[in-house]
């Protein structure tokens, strides 16, 4: 399977102010999707991520707020823009490795807004 | 609005018991099934998936599916302290799409 490396893995980060994370994976893979886990809940998708074109964003998330880039097959970011403490969360990238039906996780960004 | 149902738990089993986690989900044009073990802290990594209805065993896990009652279930023979982590259900709709949706998860607790 896929190694997916993801950075930051953590910060600290004031109202107000925006932070990217990047995702990289070590093979060519079919899709990349964004995914937030907020404390104690499940996955929840925000965006997948598409290779030279806009990503198509689930209900509730939008490209002003979760500005999404994929620039090649194996490499993404998702900017968290103005962020509140509502913002704090773990965010996953994940990704889909061609030919194979199985997600593969990163580590995961967790976000602390003050 | 597709749908996965978890029992939240916690689940708390002795060691070396079975333990039993249960799922359904509600689109019945699902066509794969998974199941991811979380750590706390950590990122879910996949331990099973399953396609078609029956049985799949893999080690001390099987999983099962009835596609007719919409239910997917993991079980845990032999259960052991470092299996104590939530438990998430993950359901692909049919032909063509690549999103997964979760269940919540069910905390798992192996008592030692």
């Known amino acids: 399977s896929a190694v997916i490396s993801q950075k930051p893995s953590r910060d600290i980060c004031q109202r107000g102010t925006s932070l990217t994370i990047q995702c990289q994976v070590d093979s060519q893979v079919t899709m990349m999707f964004w995914y937030r886990q907020q404390p104690g809940q499940s996955l929840t998708l925000i965006a997948t991520a598409n290779q030279g074109s806009e990503a198509t964003y689930e209900s509730g998330f939008v490209i002003d707020k979760f500005p999404i880039s994929r620039p090649n097959l194996t490499f993404s970011t998702l900017t968290v823009s103005n962020m509140s403490p509502e913002d704090s969360s773990i965010y996953l990238c994940?990704?889909?490795?061609?030919?194979?039906?199985?997600?593969?996780f990163g580590a995961g960004s967790r976000l602390t807004v003050l | 609005q597709k749908e996965v149902e978890q029992n939240s738990g916690p689940l708390s089993v002795p060691e070396g018991a079975i333990a039993s986690l249960n799922c359904t989900y509600s689109?019945?044009?699902?066509?794969?099934f998974f199941w991811y073990r979380q750590y706390s802290g950590k990122s879910p990594e996949l331990i099973m998936s399953i396609y078609s209805n029956g049985d799949k065993e893999d080690g001390r896990f099987t999983a099962q599916l009835n596609k007719a009652s919409q239910y997917v279930s993991l079980l845990i023979r032999d259960s052991q302290p470092s299996d104590s982590a939530t438990y998430l259900c993950a359901v692909l709709p049919g032909a063509g799409s690549y999103q997964l949706t979760f269940g919540k998860g069910t905390k798992l607790s192996v008592i030692p």
């Open positions: 689109d019945r044009g699902s066509q794969s």
């Open positions: 994940s990704a889909q490795v061609s030919g194979a039906n199985v997600l593969t």
